[in-house]
């Protein structure tokens, strides 16, 4: 399992709207409301080998009100 984060800018006034659409995808876990350059964080798992470009431009950068993204890729969770 390849874990992502992404950074998303929405539309003014589209933040909720966005993160109410992503929990709705499968691989999205987890979506945060953030304040500074973003305005929504995404934990996202993808199967081993997926195409994680594919996801972010046919999935994220799809939903309505999504402006920009910025993703990050995990290497190893610390507990």
Same mark, same amino acid.
């Given at each position: 399992m390849q874990t992502i984060f992404?950074?998303?800018k929405c539309d003014l006034g589209q933040s909720y709207d966005v993160a109410a659409r %992503?929990?709705?995808t499968e691989q999205v876990s987890e979506v945060?409301? !953030?304040? @500074? $350059?973003?305005?929504?964080?995404?934990?996202?798992f993808l199967a081993d @080998? %997926?195409?994680i470009g594919h996801f &972010? !431009?046919?999935t &994220? $950068?799809?939903?309505? @009100? &999504?402006?920009e993204t910025f993703t990050i890729i995990a290497?190893? %969770?610390f507990s």
């Open positions: 992404i950074m998303v %992503a929990v709705e945060h409301s !953030t304040s @500074g $350059q973003y305005d929504l964080m995404m934990k996202c @080998g %997926a195409d &972010v !431009t046919e &994220v $950068q799809r939903l309505p @009100g &999504v402006r290497f190893k %969770a």
